[in-house]
């Protein structure tokens, strides 16, 4: 017996594409927030491993953490943004994306050609956090002579750097707190997500500011907290990780500003 099969009514069609629309509209926001969970986990597991390798530098260097070599008489730490800052440990050629450069000095103060960090991470990708959408470029800081001018701040685009040349200030998603000494008496952060503010010395996290400076690096200018990320970092405003020396991660509310038993000097 022939059966007839009868055609969708454009009412029948017009009501499944309804009904597909809504379902989609359902999982939309479930799928996001997937893929979401989804970053910030792989930029937890960069945090770890960087933790594991700073402390495994510590391990072969009398438990001291590292810092970027700077001329004899001047204090370490206070210097490490001027001669290389974070990029400085992993590139001395940081071309970047060939028009925004950074330090390319091709060696330290004291002579060395090989980036403190070379040998003791996998790869430069890790620097990158993949929720960074985006980062500020503060013309070149990082550089005797460089521009230190914040005002002229620019938003960049980071991008996974698969070279050391690539490894430039806005390609990195992180703060490093330097000069510290590993012990196996207490924990100390060591990394963390960095803010769009600029992330040196003890000022970080839209800090108070460089004297004079207070209206670029406040917290007005992030439009965040003192202490507290804003809508324009890795994480939104929600907050961040922070990796300490025994590699352990946790995440850091943004509801409250960083509160450590020392101050914190971070190299950006």
Not at 59 to 62: F, I, S
């Given at each position: 017996m022939n059966v007839m099969r009868r055609a969708f009514?454009?009412?029948e069609l017009l009501v499944v594409i309804a009904i597909i629309g809504v379902l989609v509209a359902l999982l939309l926001p479930a799928l996001s927030g997937a893929a979401d969970r989804a970053r910030q986990a792989k930029c937890m597991a960069h945090g770890q491993q960087a933790a594991l390798a700073?402390?495994?530098y510590a391990?072969?260097?009398?438990s001291v953490l590292p810092t970027v070599p700077v001329p004899a008489g001047l204090p370490v730490v206070a210097n490490q943004h001027r001669y290389g800052g974070l990029a400085g440990f992993f590139s001395l050629?940081?071309?970047g994306d060939g028009t925004n450069v950074g330090f390319t000095g091709g060696a330290?103060?004291?002579g060395s050609d090989i980036p403190v960090l070379r040998s003791y991470f996998s790869h430069t990708g890790v620097l990158r956090c993949p929720s960074d959408k985006e980062d500020r470029y503060y013309g070149m800081p990082h550089g005797p002579g460089g521009n230190t001018s914040y005002a002229a701040a620019r938003a960049m685009r980071p991008e996974a750097p698969g070279r050391e040349e690539d490894?430039?200030?806005?390609?990195i998603s992180y703060v490093y707190f330097t000069g510290r000494t590993l012990t196996s008496l207490r924990v100390e952060a060591v990394w963390a997500d960095e803010t769009n503010g600029p992330d040196i010395d003890d000022l970080a996290w839209y800090g108070p500011g460089y004297p004079g400076q207070a209206t670029v690096n406040s917290a007005a200018a992030g439009a965040a907290g003192a202490g507290?990320?804003?809508p324009v970092d890795?994480?939104?405003a929600e907050g961040g990780h922070i990796a300490a020396t025994d590699g352990s991660v946790r995440w850091h509310k943004s509801d409250r500003p960083l509160s450590w038993r020392e101050p914190l000097s971070c190299v950006d």
């Open positions: 009514s454009l009412i700073l402390s495994a391990g072969d260097n009398r050629q940081q071309q330290y103060s004291n490894v430039v200030s806005y390609n507290w990320y804003a890795n994480h939104r």
